[in-house]
């Protein structure tokens, strides 16, 4: 990743929902089983709701029943993670390479073969279908 978008506050809160701006922006968390994007099966790319930039395919999805889209592995070079504390225990969090945007959490219980869990918030995704 070559450049990062770089906004104001003010000018996020302008181009996302304020579901997203608290996801993307905030490190929120939605509640879980609310994304439709846990339904989708058609073969395409999630992008970041904040700046477009693909992170998963969804040959890299995966149910694993937590309520939130789940890949075992991210588009290489389009992730960065740090440790975060906020739950009291360290855990891996993730963001988009292209804007910072908050997308979840990685978890060593995944699918072979990388035995990883990326748990994304859905509405920081957006999903664009293969043609």
């Not at 906004?7 to 968390?29: H, I, N």
Request: neutral net charge; contains cysteine; charged residues 20%.
């Amino acid at each position: 990743m070559s450049k990062k978008t770089d906004k104001a506050p003010q000018e996020w809160q302008t181009c996302l929902t304020p579901q997203q701006y608290d996801v993307l922006r905030q490190e929120g968390t939605e509640r879980p089983f609310s994304s439709p994007l846990n339904a989708i099966k058609e073969n395409g790319t999630f992008i970041c709701a904040g700046c477009g930039l693909p992170l998963f395919t969804t040959k890299q999805k995966f149910d694993s029943g937590t309520g939130w889209p789940s890949f075992y592995e991210a588009i290489p070079g389009n992730i960065e993670t740090k440790t975060d504390h906020k739950m009291g225990v360290a855990r891996t969090e993730y963001h988009c390479a292209g804007c910072g945007g908050h997308q979840g959490h990685v978890f060593e219980d995944g699918p072979n073969p990388t035995g990883l869990r990326y748990c994304n918030n859905g509405v920081a995704l957006k999903f664009v279908k293969d043609e």
